[in-house]
């Protein structure tokens, strides 16, 4: 991708762009932003020696038919005054976000998992759809923009460390959706699939 020399904000000093270099795929995830890792050339967003990433290759690893790409909103490594891990500025958001567009116009997949709400209220907010939670039975909406389905889920570490006991229904959850997806009938498609223009 153009943007892994990208300078657009200070957190490059920290690290510099981690990229999934996978050039297509029908399911991306995107995460938050960028974790510490010891080889920013081979390391990968969300990958599985986190809680994160060994829950989504755990949803990944039923759907052998399909290719999946990580990604995170902010690419670079958000940290505080001490060095520690910190959430991003909504203005790193915003410097970012063409990063974001432009790895999906390359990658091209048809569904786009918005991992939490800040991810997904950013994003969603970008395509003009509001949300102001997610379904507890793991039973989530999708929103579909300029063809690709945007899907806001639980992020990965909430369910991890808050609902480990609903494991299985969140990751029947977003099986569902991605079956759901691929396998749609325009003319019967539920009510909850919002086109937006
Ligand atoms: S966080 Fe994003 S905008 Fe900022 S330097 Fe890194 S790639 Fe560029």
Redesign the pocket.
Known sequence: MS?EG???????NNQS?LVDKRVSADIMWVGLSAKKVEDIGTAIPLSNDTNSGKLIDNIESGLDEFRFIKANL???LPLDEHSKLRY?TTN?MK??YS?LKQEINKVKPKIVFLLGMKVSKFILKDIEVTITGLDKKYDYAYFRHKDIYYVSIHHPSYIHIYRRKQIDQYIFGVQSIINEVFNINLTTKKDRDMEIA
Do not use: I
């Open positions: 943007f990208c300078k657009k904000c200070s957190l490059c762009p902010v690419k670079c991003p790193e410097a970012c990063n």
